[in-house]
T-cell receptor
Protein backbone atom coordinates (compact mmCIF):
# COMPACT_ATOMS: atom_id res chain seq x y z
CA UNK A 1 0.00 0.00 0.00
CA UNK A 2 2.47 2.65 -1.24
CA UNK A 3 0.30 5.81 -1.33
CA UNK A 4 2.52 8.83 -2.10
CA UNK A 5 6.20 8.04 -2.62
CA UNK A 6 8.91 10.69 -2.68
CA UNK A 7 12.57 10.34 -3.60
CA UNK A 8 15.18 11.13 -2.52
CA UNK A 9 14.57 11.37 1.22
CA UNK A 10 17.75 13.36 1.84
CA UNK A 11 19.83 15.49 -0.52
CA UNK A 12 22.62 18.02 -0.20
CA UNK A 13 23.13 20.41 -3.09
CA UNK A 14 25.64 23.12 -3.85
CA UNK A 15 24.38 26.58 -4.69
CA UNK A 16 23.57 26.78 -8.39
CA UNK A 17 23.07 23.08 -8.92
CA UNK A 18 19.79 21.75 -10.26
CA UNK A 19 17.91 18.67 -9.20
CA UNK A 20 14.54 16.97 -9.39
CA UNK A 21 12.47 15.68 -6.50
CA UNK A 22 10.39 12.76 -7.63
CA UNK A 23 6.82 12.09 -6.53
CA UNK A 24 4.56 9.22 -7.48
CA UNK A 25 1.14 8.18 -6.24
CA UNK A 26 -0.75 4.95 -6.85
CA UNK A 27 -4.22 6.07 -5.78
CA UNK A 28 -5.27 7.47 -9.18
CA UNK A 29 -5.69 10.91 -7.64
CA UNK A 30 -6.20 13.78 -10.05
CA UNK A 31 -4.88 16.45 -7.70
CA UNK A 32 -1.23 16.60 -6.75
CA UNK A 33 0.76 19.32 -5.07
CA UNK A 34 4.13 20.24 -3.62
CA UNK A 35 4.58 22.00 -0.30
CA UNK A 36 7.62 23.21 1.54
CA UNK A 37 7.81 23.20 5.33
CA UNK A 38 9.97 25.65 7.20
CA UNK A 39 10.19 26.18 10.97
CA UNK A 40 7.44 28.46 12.23
CA UNK A 41 5.86 28.82 8.80
CA UNK A 42 3.80 25.69 8.45
CA UNK A 43 3.32 24.26 4.98
CA UNK A 44 3.35 26.55 1.99
CA UNK A 45 2.09 25.52 -1.42
CA UNK A 46 4.69 25.67 -4.21
CA UNK A 47 2.88 24.27 -7.26
CA UNK A 48 -0.14 22.12 -7.85
CA UNK A 49 -1.77 20.13 -10.62
CA UNK A 50 -5.43 19.31 -11.18
CA UNK A 51 -4.70 16.63 -13.75
CA UNK A 52 -2.23 15.42 -16.35
CA UNK A 53 -0.99 18.32 -18.44
CA UNK A 54 -2.36 20.98 -16.08
CA UNK A 55 -0.24 22.77 -13.50
CA UNK A 56 -0.45 26.07 -11.67
CA UNK A 57 1.51 28.15 -9.21
CA UNK A 58 0.93 28.16 -5.50
CA UNK A 59 2.05 30.58 -2.84
CA UNK A 60 5.85 30.26 -3.27
CA UNK A 61 6.62 29.12 -6.85
CA UNK A 62 9.80 31.08 -7.59
CA UNK A 63 12.81 28.91 -8.31
CA UNK A 64 10.76 25.77 -8.90
CA UNK A 65 9.34 24.12 -11.98
CA UNK A 66 6.83 21.29 -12.37
CA UNK A 67 5.23 19.21 -15.06
CA UNK A 68 2.55 16.52 -15.05
CA UNK A 69 2.79 14.13 -17.96
CA UNK A 70 0.95 11.28 -16.21
CA UNK A 71 -1.64 10.99 -13.46
CA UNK A 72 0.84 9.14 -11.26
CA UNK A 73 3.92 11.39 -11.37
CA UNK A 74 4.53 15.00 -10.38
CA UNK A 75 8.24 15.89 -10.25
CA UNK A 76 9.51 19.14 -8.74
CA UNK A 77 12.57 20.71 -10.34
CA UNK A 78 14.91 23.14 -8.65
CA UNK A 79 16.42 25.11 -11.49
CA UNK A 80 19.38 26.74 -9.73
CA UNK A 81 19.45 25.87 -6.05
CA UNK A 82 19.83 28.63 -3.47
CA UNK A 83 20.37 28.38 0.31
CA UNK A 84 16.87 29.82 0.78
CA UNK A 85 15.53 26.59 -0.72
CA UNK A 86 16.87 24.56 2.18
CA UNK A 87 13.67 23.02 3.48
CA UNK A 88 11.59 19.90 3.84
CA UNK A 89 9.49 19.21 0.79
CA UNK A 90 6.23 17.29 0.80
CA UNK A 91 4.33 15.93 -2.14
CA UNK A 92 0.61 15.37 -1.68
CA UNK A 93 -2.33 14.02 -3.61
CA UNK A 94 -6.10 13.94 -3.30
CA UNK A 95 -9.28 13.25 -5.21
CA UNK A 96 -10.99 16.28 -6.69
CA UNK A 97 -13.70 17.93 -4.70
CA UNK A 98 -14.19 20.02 -1.66
CA UNK A 99 -13.17 18.46 1.62
CA UNK A 100 -11.36 15.42 0.31
CA UNK A 101 -8.47 14.16 2.38
CA UNK A 102 -4.99 15.12 1.26
CA UNK A 103 -2.45 12.30 1.43
CA UNK A 104 1.17 13.23 2.02
CA UNK A 105 4.46 11.61 1.20
CA UNK A 106 7.08 11.19 3.90
CA UNK A 107 9.06 14.23 2.87
CA UNK A 108 12.37 15.09 1.23
CA UNK A 109 14.99 16.91 3.30
CA UNK A 110 16.99 19.24 1.09
CA UNK A 111 20.04 21.22 2.18
CA UNK A 112 21.63 23.78 -0.14
CA UNK A 113 25.14 24.84 0.84
CA UNK B 1 -8.44 34.53 1.16
CA UNK B 2 -8.60 32.08 4.00
CA UNK B 3 -6.16 31.93 6.88
CA UNK B 4 -5.47 29.82 9.94
CA UNK B 5 -3.94 30.83 13.25
CA UNK B 6 -2.49 28.41 15.76
CA UNK B 7 -1.50 30.65 18.66
CA UNK B 8 0.52 28.06 20.57
CA UNK B 9 3.86 27.19 19.03
CA UNK B 10 4.79 24.65 21.69
CA UNK B 11 2.76 22.90 24.41
CA UNK B 12 3.97 20.55 27.11
CA UNK B 13 1.57 18.24 28.94
CA UNK B 14 2.00 15.35 31.34
CA UNK B 15 1.07 11.89 30.22
CA UNK B 16 -2.52 11.20 31.20
CA UNK B 17 -3.47 14.87 31.29
CA UNK B 18 -6.05 16.40 29.00
CA UNK B 19 -5.08 18.35 25.92
CA UNK B 20 -6.56 21.22 23.95
CA UNK B 21 -4.87 22.72 20.91
CA UNK B 22 -6.27 25.97 19.64
CA UNK B 23 -7.09 26.87 16.07
CA UNK B 24 -8.79 29.96 14.68
CA UNK B 25 -9.67 30.39 11.05
CA UNK B 26 -10.75 33.14 8.73
CA UNK B 27 -12.92 32.38 5.72
CA UNK B 28 -15.92 34.13 4.24
CA UNK B 29 -18.06 31.07 3.59
CA UNK B 30 -18.47 27.73 5.31
CA UNK B 31 -15.02 26.19 5.42
CA UNK B 32 -13.78 22.67 5.43
CA UNK B 33 -11.60 22.29 8.53
CA UNK B 34 -8.92 19.70 9.11
CA UNK B 35 -6.49 18.61 11.77
CA UNK B 36 -3.35 16.80 10.68
CA UNK B 37 -0.60 15.25 12.81
CA UNK B 38 3.05 14.96 11.86
CA UNK B 39 5.27 12.56 13.76
CA UNK B 40 9.02 13.26 13.67
CA UNK B 41 10.49 12.52 10.27
CA UNK B 42 7.12 11.65 8.78
CA UNK B 43 4.55 13.16 6.50
CA UNK B 44 1.21 14.52 7.68
CA UNK B 45 -1.65 12.23 8.58
CA UNK B 46 -5.31 13.28 8.79
CA UNK B 47 -6.76 13.16 12.31
CA UNK B 48 -10.25 14.47 11.52
CA UNK B 49 -12.19 16.90 9.37
CA UNK B 50 -15.39 18.93 9.53
CA UNK B 51 -17.69 20.60 7.05
CA UNK B 52 -21.22 20.38 8.35
CA UNK B 53 -23.43 18.51 10.77
CA UNK B 54 -22.59 17.78 14.37
CA UNK B 55 -20.10 20.40 15.51
CA UNK B 56 -18.21 17.86 17.62
CA UNK B 57 -16.26 15.52 15.36
CA UNK B 58 -14.41 12.40 16.34
CA UNK B 59 -11.12 11.42 14.80
CA UNK B 60 -8.51 8.75 14.99
CA UNK B 61 -6.30 8.05 18.01
CA UNK B 62 -8.98 9.30 20.45
CA UNK B 63 -8.93 12.91 19.26
CA UNK B 64 -11.97 15.12 18.82
CA UNK B 65 -12.51 18.69 17.69
CA UNK B 66 -15.31 21.15 18.17
CA UNK B 67 -16.36 23.68 15.56
CA UNK B 68 -17.59 26.99 16.99
CA UNK B 69 -18.77 29.31 14.25
CA UNK B 70 -19.30 32.26 16.59
CA UNK B 71 -15.65 32.08 17.66
CA UNK B 72 -14.23 30.98 14.28
CA UNK B 73 -12.50 28.20 16.15
CA UNK B 74 -11.84 24.52 15.64
CA UNK B 75 -9.96 23.36 18.72
CA UNK B 76 -8.54 19.87 19.01
CA UNK B 77 -8.96 17.93 22.24
CA UNK B 78 -7.97 14.66 23.81
CA UNK B 79 -9.08 13.59 27.31
CA UNK B 80 -5.90 11.70 28.23
CA UNK B 81 -2.63 12.14 26.39
CA UNK B 82 -0.26 9.25 25.70
CA UNK B 83 3.49 9.56 25.19
CA UNK B 84 2.99 8.49 21.58
CA UNK B 85 0.94 11.65 20.94
CA UNK B 86 4.12 13.74 20.98
CA UNK B 87 4.15 15.26 17.49
CA UNK B 88 3.38 18.43 15.62
CA UNK B 89 -0.26 19.23 14.93
CA UNK B 90 -1.51 21.32 12.05
CA UNK B 91 -4.91 22.90 11.65
CA UNK B 92 -5.97 23.61 8.07
CA UNK B 93 -8.84 25.26 6.24
CA UNK B 94 -10.01 24.16 2.82
CA UNK B 95 -11.74 26.50 0.40
CA UNK B 96 -13.08 26.04 -3.07
CA UNK B 97 -10.97 27.89 -5.64
CA UNK B 98 -11.83 27.48 -9.31
CA UNK B 99 -12.85 23.86 -8.82
CA UNK B 100 -9.71 23.11 -6.88
CA UNK B 101 -9.65 22.71 -3.13
CA UNK B 102 -7.11 25.19 -1.83
CA UNK B 103 -5.93 24.17 1.63
CA UNK B 104 -4.16 26.63 3.91
CA UNK B 105 -2.23 25.26 6.85
CA UNK B 106 -1.51 26.87 10.18
CA UNK B 107 2.02 27.17 11.47
CA UNK B 108 1.66 24.14 13.72
CA UNK B 109 1.75 23.36 17.44
CA UNK B 110 4.48 21.08 18.70
CA UNK B 111 3.30 18.83 21.53
CA UNK B 112 5.71 17.50 24.10
CA UNK B 113 4.52 14.81 26.51
CA UNK B 114 6.37 14.34 29.78
CA UNK B 115 6.11 11.28 32.00
Amino acid sequence: NAGVTQTPKFQVLKTGQSMTLQCAQDMNHEYMSWYRQDPGMGLRLIHYSVGAGITDQGEVPNGYNVSRSTTEDFPLRLLSAAPSQTSVYFCASSRPGFGNTIYFGEGSWLTVV
Amino acid sequence: AQSVTQPDIHITVSEGASLELRCNYSYGATPYLFWYVQSPGQGLQLLLKYFSGDTLVQGIKGFEAEFKRSQSSFNLRKPSVHWSDAAEYFCAVGASSGGYQKVTFGTGTKLQVIP
